[in-house]
Antibody, heavy 124, light 108 residues
């Protein structure tokens, strides 16, 4: 059974750093892109970026380039999303999701499996 | 283009048919996928590719596309279909992904 299990909720202060995780199981972790999606309170889904764990090829949405870092450790089948200096506006639910098509050259956009979400709250 | 546009809200009477649309220039080159999200839950893929349903998705959900517009149709809407629906696709370069702003479906 394919599963993406995300790390737990976080409460941070502005200026602090944070790294949240997404552990994949039940499939070949290195063969599928993993994306990160933000959902601010009461708002829609926003694509942040995507990583291919097989070779760590990473693409960022222009809106998030330079604001976050996406990485992966294929030895433990885990993808990460990190911030070096959080802002109150980073308060949101963050989802990881697997791109359905396997392979580095995947050209589709559908995410077939999603993590349960990690709620990040940034408040002084 | 780097936008997918959806109507913010749509309503449908129980048992009737509703179409939810998604517009964007990149849809002339790429299929849209559709997701259902209920309050407090992660999104669920309901339609992908030309018109494919993942296992477990009822056949009342279908997808279509014409020009720069993709559509999700629910034929015989049920109360449990009340949710937010999002389209996604790639941008025109193919290197980035996009989500539409979402459509809140109310089943009356």
């Amino acid at each position: 059974e394919v599963q993406l299990v995300q790390s737990g909720a976080e409460v941070k202060k502005p200026g602090e750093s944070l790294k949240i995780s997404c552990k994949g199981s039940g499939y070949s972790f290195t063969s599928y892109w993993i994306g990160w999606v933000r959902q601010m309170p009461g708002k829609g889904l926003e694509w942040m970026g995507i990583i291919y764990p097989g070779d760590s090829d990473t693409r960022y949405s222009p809106s998030f380039q330079g604001q976050v870092t996406i990485s992966a450790d294929k030895s433990i089948s885990t993808a990460y999303l990190q911030w070096s200096s959080l802002k109150a506006s980073d308060t949101a639910m963050y989802y990881c999701a697997r791109l359905a098509e396997a392979g580095a050259a995947a050209g589709t956009s559908d995410f077939d499996y999603w993590g349960q979400g990690t709620l990040v709250t940034v408040s002084s | 283009s780097s936008e997918l546009t959806q109507d913010p809200a749509v309503s449908v009477a129980l048992g009737q048919t509703v179409r939810i649309t998604c517009q964007g220039d990149s849809l002339r080159s790429y299929y849209a996928s559709w997701y259902q999200q209920k309050p407090g839950q992660a999104p669920v893929l309901v339609i992908y590719g030309k018109n494919n349903r993942p296992s477990g998705i009822p056949d009342r959900f279908s997808g279509s596309s014409s020009g720069n517009t993709a559509s999700l149709t629910i034929t015989g809407a049920q109360a449990e279909d009340e949710a937010d629906y999002y389209c996604n696709s790639r941008d025109s370069s193919g290197n980035h992904l996009l989500f539409g702003g979402g459509t809140k479906l109310t089943v009356l």
